[in-house]
C-alpha cells in the first residue's frame, strides 16, 4: 500500500512498506483509542508533510473515523498564529510535538481561550513533565502522549480516560504485546531498563510494517528472538507505564553507569533560568564518557 522513508536517526533512511491490514487497521486503533476522534470532531494535526506522523493523523485516523481535518499552511513555526488559530477556529483535537508545546507555554496563555479544544495529544520526541504542568495550569487541558515509528503506527500511549503520568509514553497499544527485554531477549521485571520490544511470535502483529524494501538484512536485524527491536530504551513499571530512555545508541555509559540524556534534560529543564536543553556524550580517557550539556 504505502512506502515511507525512515527518518535516518540510525544510519541512512530505509524504504519501510506497509501494506492495507497495518495502516488500515492499524491506524484505527490510533484514531479511536489515542486521538479519540469522532465525526463530530475537527482535528489539526502539526506535523509536517515531510513525516509519515502527518499521514497518520492528517489523512488514515481521521478518515477512518469520519473526522474532519483542520489545515493550516504555515512557512514556519510561529506559536502566536498557533495560539490564535487554536482560540478563532472550532478545532476540538490538537497535536503537537513537545518542542512545539514547550514554545506555546512560553507565551502568556492567559491572552487566549480555547471555546472548543476538548483533547490534546503530543508523539515525535519525549515530553518534558514540567511542561505538561504548564499547560494544564494554563489551559485546564492534559497533553496525551503517544509513542511510535514509521515501522509500528502507534506503539504505546495514554489514552483517553486512563491516569496521566507525567514523562511516561503511557502503556502498550491493544494492537501490541509490547516488552521490554534484555540482550537475549527475555523479558525484564518492573523497573529495570532494557530495549523496547513488539512481540511477533508466533504471530506477526497487523499494524506491524512488511519489510525493509529490498533490505532482509536490514528486515532481519530487528528481530531478537520473538521479539521486534524499536531501537530505544524504556522501563517499564508495575503498572504497565512505559519510560523512555533514550536511543540504543544514544545511551551514555560513564564510569559504568548507563544514562539516559533525556532523564538529563528533564531535570534540567525545571531550573527556571532553562529554556531549553540537550545532553549528548563526549570521550573521556578515564570514565569512557562525560556528559556535556548545550
Request: glycine share 8%.
Amino acid at each position: 500500500m504505502t512506502i515511507y522513508f525512515t527518518s535516518g536517526t540510525t544510519g541512512s533512511p530505509k524504504m519501510t512498506e506497509h501494506n492495507q491490514c497495518s495502516y488500515g487497521l492499524g491506524l484505527t486503533v490510533n484514531g479511536r483509542y489515542w486521538l479519540d476522534l469522532t465525526p463530530s470532531d475537527v482535528f489539526w494535526n502539526s506535523t509536517d508533510t515531510g513525516w509519515a506522523k502527518s499521514a497518520w493523523s492528517s489523512v488514515f485516523a481521521p478518515w477512518i473515523q469520519g473526522s474532519c481535518v483542520f489545515a493550516h499552511y504555515m512557512p514556519r513555526f510561529d506559536p502566536t498564529v498557533f495560539l490564535e488559530t487554536l482560540t478563532n477556529y472550532p478545532v476540538t483535537t490538537f497535536c503537537a510535538p513537545p518542542t512545539a508545546y514547550r514554545m506555546l507555554v512560553l507565551c502568556n496563555l492567559a491572552n487566549y481561550k480555547f471555546k472548543s479544544l476538548q483533547h490534546c495529544v503530543s508523539a515525535g520526541e519525549p515530553m518534558n513533565p514540567q511542561v505538561f504542568e504548564q499547560w494544564k495550569a494554563s489551559t485546564g487541558l492534559d497533553i496525551y502522549e503517544g509513542y511510535g515509528q514509521t515501522e509500528t503506527v502507534l506503539i504505546c500511549g495514554t489514552f483517553k480516560g486512563m491516569k496521566i503520568k507525567p514523562g511516561s509514553m503511557g502503556k502498550a497499544s491493544p494492537a501490541y504485546d509490547v516488552q521490554v527485554i534484555d540482550a537475549d531477549g527475555n523479558i525484564l521485571p518492573p523497573d529495570q531498563e532494557g530495549d523496547i520490544g513488539i512481540r511477533i511470535a508466533p504471530q506477526k502483529p497487523f499494524s506491524l510494517f512488511s519489510h525493509y524494501t529490498g533490505d532482509p538484512v536490514k528486515t532481519a536485524s530487528t528481530q531478537r528472538g520473538d521479539f521486534y527491536l524499536t531501537g530505544d530504551r524504556a522501563i517499564k513499571d508495575k503498572e504497565g507505564y512505559f519510560w523512555f530512555v533514550g536511543r540504543s545508541d544514544d545511551v551514555i555509559l560513564s564510569s559504568g553507569y548507563r544514562i539516559g540524556p533525556f532523564e538529563i534534560e528533564s531535570a534540567l529543564m525545571e531550573h527556571p533560568a532553562v529554556i531549553e536543553s540537550a545532553v549528548v556524550s563526549s570521550p573521556d580517557s578515564v570514565r569512557g564518557e562525560v556528559i556535556s550539556c548545550l
